[in-house]
């Protein structure tokens, strides 16, 4: 097996044994990026020259007996994500030739456990769509089925690690980012609470939304990378100062009398057969482990959809307002005066996605709207959030699938905005809520395309997420398989 194959836990014992160097870990990485890169086109910007000399220090520290768990490993980073001295560009035009002054504080704590970093990752633009086609840069293509999406808007972070071009990576979730894709790409991916994770360097969308989250190829990963992004920052409004416990003290821990909820509002018409299947089956597993599955309710689900698509554009529609051709970023040259260079800007700059959710956003925060559409969605969301307050009340973790349908093909809804918008409808409701989720891998459908599984907890129930997710991972017999590239 290559070592790009490997996970950070395997590596990393690999290294403290002294059996591997970072360099050479980087090497295996950049040799499968030039062999499968061309195809599935993860990556917006390859950092190759500082990765390596990233492993070099690294070697050095290793050398020196300073070794974390993340020591050596390469790790991809969204293109939301502020890089110092490295351009940032959210998929979109207006900020192609953006370069940060700053690290994002992820980037900062990852760099300082000794990470190394192989490049930017594309995305759908601003983070907004489900299937990583509104890429200024191009269409990044599923690993599995290069015909079909990798999904969104961190379609570029899943496909990277399913495709081993790096061995984990970072995302962002704002209403599934980071679990569709991986349920599609058919790897791990954790929207950690909202506070729990630092914002501070994440390029915003909806900011009461946004959250950042990692990539990993198992849950024993996801707990490695969780310890070290987590954590109070004073830099970020919103970061909440909590105790972060050590989440790998989770991974080995039984879910025996453990109370799963299945919500009778997530297992409806609609949903792909195949996907159900793949359910029915984790319930057995679930329940052979010693939990009990009940049936709960969260009676105001058939709005989540509705109150999202109002307050994530009015959140981006004034977020958004600041790329204007003045400060930074692209600029419209042929205009006669302020108000036309301006027009002509934000019209070149910005792609069809983030001018029809600016509008969106405009209009429900416009004076004599905003009593009707903005305060009223966010009245209904703390409905939604009194759901899960009331259901986890009666059992400890919720199951839900993470997608509707496995992996669509390229194109399929890009004319269907509301088709695309429903690609989210079970991972919109943690987001709106603040709690956090994990996607993890959960079987295959008959043409061997990846379906995910998601639990849901309580706010900062991290550690219940990844001791049921490490569970089940553990007594699943899934089939091994890999993309055949």
């Not at 050479?24 to 086109?41: A, P, W």
């Not at 987590?230 to 970020?236: L, N």
Request: aromatic fraction near 8%; hydrophobic fraction near 40%.
């Amino acid at each position: 097996m290559e070592l790009n194959q490997l996970t950070i836990h395997e590596l990393h014992e690999l290294i403290t044994k002294r059996e591997v160097s970072s360099t050479q870990i980087v090497q295996s990485v950049f040799k499968r990026i030039e062999t499968v890169e061309k195809d599935i086109h993860s990556y917006v910007t390859l950092m190759k020259e500082r990765a390596f000399a990233a492993a070099a220090d690294a070697d050095k520290r290793i050398r020196e007996g300073d070794i974390t768990p993340m020591t050596g490993i390469p790790v991809a980073l969204k293109d939301v994500l502020c890089t110092k001295g490295i351009r940032t560009t959210c998929g979109s035009r207006i900020l192609h030739n953006y370069i940060p002054p700053y690290d994002a504080t992820v980037v900062e704590k990852l760099k300082a456990a000794g990470a190394v970093f192989t490049g930017k990752v594309n995305m759908d633009e601003f983070a907004m769509g489900s299937s990583t086609e509104t890429s200024c840069f191009g269409i990044t293509r599923n690993p599995w089925d290069l015909k079909r999406i990798p999904g969104g808007s961190s379609g570029g972070s899943a496909a990277a690690v399913a495709a081993d071009e790096c061995i984990a990576s970072l995302g962002s979730d704002t209403g599934g980012s980071i679990r569709q894709p991986a349920a599609l790409c058919g790897v791990v991916g954790m929207k950690p609470t909202y506070g729990r994770v630092s914002r501070f360097g994440l390029v915003a969308f909806a900011s009461s939304l946004d959250q950042i989250g990692p990539f990993t190829k198992d849950v024993e990963d996801c707990a490695i990378m969780m310890n070290v992004i987590a954590g109070y920052d004073s830099r970020d409004s919103t970061s909440v100062p909590l105790d972060v416990p050590d989440y790998t003290a989770f991974l080995s821990r039984g879910i025996d009398g453990w109370t799963v909820g299945i919500p009778r509002e997530y297992f409806i018409e609609g949903i792909d057969p195949e996907v159900m299947e793949a359910m029915k089956s984790t319930i057995a597993v679930i329940e052979g482990l010693g939990a009990k599955c009940v049936e709960i309710s969260l009676p105001h689900t058939g709005y989540c959809l509705a109150v999202y698509y109002i307050i994530a554009p009015a959140e981006a529609s004034s977020n958004l307002a600041r790329y204007d051709g003045v400060k930074y970023g692209f600029r419209a040259g042929d205009g006669r005066d302020l108000l036309e260079m301006y027009k002509k800007t934000r019209s070149a700059g910005f792609g069809a996605e983030v001018k029809r959710r600016i509008m969106i956003g405009t209009y429900a925060l416009s004076s004599g709207y905003y009593d009707a559409y903005y305060k009223k969605a966010s009245q209904v969301r703390g409905l939604i959030k009194g759901d899960f307050e009331k259901a986890f009340t009666q059992c400890d973790v919720i199951l839900t699938p993470t997608s509707p349908t496995p992996a669509f093909t390229i194109g399929e809804k890009m004319d269907d905005p509301l088709q695309m918008y429903l690609s989210d409808i079970f991972t919109i409701s943690a987001n709106l809520a603040g709690i956090p989720g994990i996607s993890v891998p959960c079987g295959f459908t008959r043409r061997g395309l990846p379906i995910g599984a998601q639990f849901l907890a309580g706010h900062f129930e991290e550690g219940k997420l990844i001791q049921m997710a490490s569970a089940y991972e553990k007594n699943a017999n899934l089939e091994k398989r890999r993309p055949n590239l």
